[in-house]
């Protein structure tokens, strides 16, 4: 196996070979029990993770948002009631975009 392979994205457990076809090597999960035990896939796509990369990237975009409300709720005034405004509108398109991925 010449490329690394990322854990389970089901359960967190180690990939294993089962087989090869015309287009490279099949893997799944080492449990069959676990729904990567039966949906293996190939290499290129068992590594794929476009939903939680698209989440990671959210939740950096988050963070700070995040961390300016908390200072907010933690009784740090507002400069003004537009950046008020500009907090709570960034938390919206965040919560809003992580739904439509989860809802993928």
Same mark, same amino acid.
């Given at each position: 196996?010449s490329?690394t392979?990322?854990p389970?994205?089901?359960?967190?457990?180690?990939?294993?070979?089962?087989?090869?076809?015309a287009?490279?090597e099949?893997?799944c999960?080492?449990?069959?029990?676990?729904?990567g035990?039966t #949906?293996?896939g190939?290499?290129?796509? &068992?590594?794929?993770?476009p939903? /939680?990369?698209?989440?990671v990237?959210l939740?950096?975009?988050?963070k700070?948002?995040?961390?300016?409300l908390r200072?907010?709720q933690?009784?740090?005034?507002?400069p003004?009631y537009?950046?008020?405004?500009? #907090?709570?509108n960034?938390?919206?398109? &965040?919560?809003r975009a992580?739904? /439509?991925?989860?809802d993928?």
């Amino acid at each position: 196996m010449s490329e690394t392979l990322k854990p389970c994205p089901f359960c967190g457990k180690e990939p294993v070979c089962v087989g090869f076809d015309a287009t490279g090597e099949v893997v799944c999960c080492e449990d069959p029990a676990c729904p990567g035990g039966t #949906l293996g896939g190939h290499v290129n796509v &068992w590594n794929s993770r476009p939903r /939680e990369e698209r989440l990671v990237k959210l939740l950096r975009e988050a963070k700070g948002t995040i961390e300016q409300l908390r200072a907010v709720q933690n009784g740090c005034p507002l400069p003004s009631y537009e950046q008020a405004f500009g #907090l709570a509108n960034a938390f919206e398109t &965040w919560l809003r975009a992580a739904k /439509e991925v989860k809802d993928e």
